[in-house]
C-alpha cells in the first residue's frame, strides 16, 4: 500500500479537521510572532513538536474515517 499524500489526506478533512488545524497554524503563528517581539523568557505555549504531533492526528483521524476496517497504527481496527 502505499502512503497517502498531502493532498490525498486533504481532500478526506472534515470542516471541524480542517478547523481544528487553522488553529493550530494560528497557534503557531502567534508563538512565532512573540518570540520575534519579546525577550526570551519562560513562556508557557505548547510546543511546536506537540502542535506537530496534534496536526497528524487530525490528519489520521480523517485517514481512518475514509478507510472502514483501516488498521490504526496501534493495531486496532479502525
Given at each position: ?67 472502514p ?10
Open positions: 500500500m502505499q502512503a497517502p499524500t498531502f493532498v490525498d489526506v486533504w481532500q478526506l478533512l472534515s470542516d471541524a479537521d480542517r478547523e481544528r488545524l487553522a488553529e493550530i497554524d494560528e497557534t503557531e503563528t502567534e508563538i512565532l510572532d512573540f518570540l520575534r517581539t519579546q525577550p526570551v523568557e519562560d513562556v508557557d505555549a505548547p510546543l511546536f513538536s506537540d502542535l506537530q504531533v496534534e496536526r497528524l492526528r487530525v490528519y489520521r483521524a480523517a485517514l481512518e474515517r475514509s478507510t476496517g483501516r488498521r490504526r497504527a496501534d493495531g486496532e481496527t479502525a
